[in-house]
């Protein structure tokens, strides 16, 4: 799951412990991310992730960075990059 932090904070899990800033992306398993955001929802959104069929480079998924009514920009698995994608080539709802 992918949680962007809105304050900083420090983090400890299983014993290692980290300094995240604003705005910075944590990638955690489900169970962590879920036990982190019972405890402490206020230091992080959680960022939705879709899958969708590109015409170019098939099944991708990635993280949706903002929307509008016909289109999706999603950071691009495959090039880095945000990218425009067709709310058409969506495959999945976006979820935390």
């Known amino acids: 799951m992918l949680l962007q932090a809105v304050k900083p904070f420090r983090l400890k899990i299983r014993g290692h412990a980290q300094l995240v800033a604003l705005g910075e992306v944590l990638t955690l398993g489900h169970e962590d991310a879920e036990k982190f ?4 929802p206020w230091l992080v959104k959680v960022l939705p992730t ?3 069929m590109s015409p170019l480079f098939g099944r991708c998924s ?3 960075l903002m929307a509008d009514e016909l289109e999706v920009l999603v950071d691009h698995p495959i090039t880095g ?4 994608i067709m709310r058409e ?3 999945t709802e976006a979820k935390p």
Do not use: D, H, Q, R
């Open 62 to 64: 990635g993280t949706v």
């Open 89 to 91: 080539w969506i495959m």
């Open 37 to 40: 955001l019972s405890k402490f």
């Open 50 to 52: 879709v899958t969708w």
């Open 81 to 84: 990059e945000p990218a425009w």
